[in-house]
């Protein structure tokens, strides 16, 4: 069986912490698009997640010689990091947002249907976005991570029950609040 031609993350790790900056530089090929997906659906604005991503992987480089091997993944961790950065930033005070400017209707034979399931997801974005955090965060790597509960409450820094719990309060409020919008829509639809 022949050697694989690209090092793990450990052999990256390792040599990142002797100041090896093309392993830094293959340690973050690896892993910088998963980690601007997750911080862009944390934050819905591309400029704050490149922000979050940057940080995060400049964080990874300034604590090069503490990486603590067998402790956690590297994934993990780095997950971990965005994640509170956006949790951080969500945070902040926020001022109007510039860029929100209302989308042209498709002209298209079925307009109406896709301006729904625009409306739909704008609502869910929107739902999302009054969930307490750390529901948002668990709901986010579940579904669109695609991450396990354990791997879930590693990010999280809690116990898989703990995600199961995040996980079915933050599933019946959506629901809850998507019932009454999606109901409102129907009526606007309706009163044409």
Request: glycine share 2%.
């Given at each position: 069986m022949a050697p694989s031609s690209e090092p793990d993350d450990d052999e990256l790790l390792r040599r990142i912490g002797e100041?090896?900056?093309?392993?830094?530089?293959?340690?973050?090929?690896?892993?910088?698009?998963r980690a601007y997906a997750l911080a862009l659906r944390m934050l819905d604005?591309?400029?704050?997640?490149?922000?979050?991503v940057q940080d995060s992987l400049l964080k990874v480089w300034t604590h090069r010689r503490r990486w603590e091997f067998?402790?956690?993944?590297?994934?993990?961790?780095?997950?971990?990091?965005v994640t509170n950065r956006c949790i951080d930033l969500h945070r902040r005070p926020r001022g109007e947002d510039v860029e929100a400017v209302g989308e042209l209707a498709d002209e298209r034979p079925d307009a109406m249907t896709t301006l729904y399931r625009s409306e739909m997801s704008d609502l869910l974005d929107a739902a999302m976005n009054r969930l307490p955090d750390q529901q948002r965060i668990a709901i986010i790597l579940s579904y669109h991570e695609s991450m396990s509960n354990a791997e879930i409450a590693e990010v999280m820094e809690t116990t898989v029950s703990a995600v199961e719990s995040l996980l079915k309060r933050a599933?019946?409020?959506l629901r809850k609040l998507l019932r009454r919008q999606e109901r409102d829509i129907r009526q606007s639809f309706t009163d044409d």
């Amino acid at each position: 069986m022949a050697p694989s031609s690209e090092p793990d993350d450990d052999e990256l790790l390792r040599r990142i912490g002797e100041d090896d900056q093309a392993a830094f530089r293959m340690l973050v090929e690896h892993h910088v698009d998963r980690a601007y997906a997750l911080a862009l659906r944390m934050l819905d604005n591309r400029a704050d997640a490149d922000d979050v991503v940057q940080d995060s992987l400049l964080k990874v480089w300034t604590h090069r010689r503490r990486w603590e091997f067998g402790r956690a993944k590297f994934s993990t961790w780095l997950y971990r990091v965005v994640t509170n950065r956006c949790i951080d930033l969500h945070r902040r005070p926020r001022g109007e947002d510039v860029e929100a400017v209302g989308e042209l209707a498709d002209e298209r034979p079925d307009a109406m249907t896709t301006l729904y399931r625009s409306e739909m997801s704008d609502l869910l974005d929107a739902a999302m976005n009054r969930l307490p955090d750390q529901q948002r965060i668990a709901i986010i790597l579940s579904y669109h991570e695609s991450m396990s509960n354990a791997e879930i409450a590693e990010v999280m820094e809690t116990t898989v029950s703990a995600v199961e719990s995040l996980l079915k309060r933050a599933r019946q409020q959506l629901r809850k609040l998507l019932r009454r919008q999606e109901r409102d829509i129907r009526q606007s639809f309706t009163d044409d």
